[in-house]
T-cell receptor, first 112, second 116 residues
Framework: KQEVTQIPAALSVPEGENLVLNCSFTDSAIYNLQWFRQDPGKGLTSLLLIQSSQREQTSGRLNASLDKSSGRSTLYIAASQPGDSATYLCAGYKAAGNKLTFGGGTRVLVKP | GAVVSQHPSRVICKSGTSVKIECRSLDFQATTMFWYRQFPKQSLMLMATSNEGSKATYEQGVEKDKFLINHASLTLSTLTVTSAHPEDSSFYIC????????????FGSGTRLTVV
């Protein structure tokens, strides 16, 4: 059974600092891994999707890496802004069983 | 980009009544839709997976007679909470995707259900 863990559960940084969010998964046979952002009381917004054959994906200030052999993915957010405050979730998709399994999320607070 | 519409965004109902939540993929055909439940400050808990034209697959511990899922077309899935009770109050989110999540999954904006 796939288990996805995110550490830390919460993170508070001053504005301008880079953010590093970690995601680990137990089953390396994932088809892809997706990072999401969730604002309070809202749905999920997809940030980056990394296919199993890829090592990283970049979008603006966001960069996500994937290392299947070690079962890890990392989301980097450069030069954080107060608007980056949200909960970030990673999710691994496994074709066998057709399931998208979520980590517990990291709540991020960027202080002005 | 892919858009998933979920309706209603908020609903308050009385105990014993049923509530239907709709999830629509607006610009793509969703072969698979997932339904999640989220408790405050917790992550998403998968309730069931629905594939168009077939019965939903429920996760262990989720009552299928309580949470009725219908995926009648490639663009619409519904979740009906039957005989709702206060403990069913929660945030419900759907997501939709195609072909083994090749392009990732897109999520609806969620439905806040309050049972009084």
């Amino acid at each position: 059974k796939q288990e996805v863990t995110q550490i830390p559960a919460a993170l508070s940084v001053p504005e301008g600092e880079n953010l590093v969010l970690n995601c680990s998964f137990t089953d390396s046979a994932i088809y892809n891994l997706q990072w999401f952002r969730q604002d309070p009381g809202k749905g999920l917004t997809s940030l980056l999707l990394i296919q199993s054959s890829q090592r990283e994906q970049t979008s603006g200030r966001l960069n996500a890496s994937l290392d299947k052999s070690s079962g890890r993915s990392t989301l980097y957010i450069a030069a954080s802004q107060p608007g980056d405050s949200a909960t970030y979730l990673c999710a691994g998709y496994k074709a066998a069983g057709n399931k998208l399994t979520f980590g517990g999320g990291t709540r991020v607070l960027v202080k002005p | 980009g892919a858009v998933v519409s979920q309706h209603p965004s908020r609903v308050i109902c009385k105990s014993g009544t049923s509530v239907k939540i709709e999830c629509r993929s607006l610009d793509f055909q969703a072969t698979t839709m997932f339904w999640y439940r989220q408790f405050p400050k917790q992550s998403l808990m998968l309730m069931a997976t629905s594939n168009e034209g077939s019965k939903a697959t429920y996760e262990q511990g989720v009552e299928k007679d309580k949470f009725l899922i219908n995926h009648a077309s490639l663009t619409l899935s519904t979740l009906t909470v039957t005989s709702a009770h206060p403990e069913d109050s929660s945030f419900y989110i759907c997501s939709a995707g195609t072909d083994r999540s090749r392009y990732g999954y897109t999520f609806g904006s969620g439905t806040r259900l309050t049972v009084v």
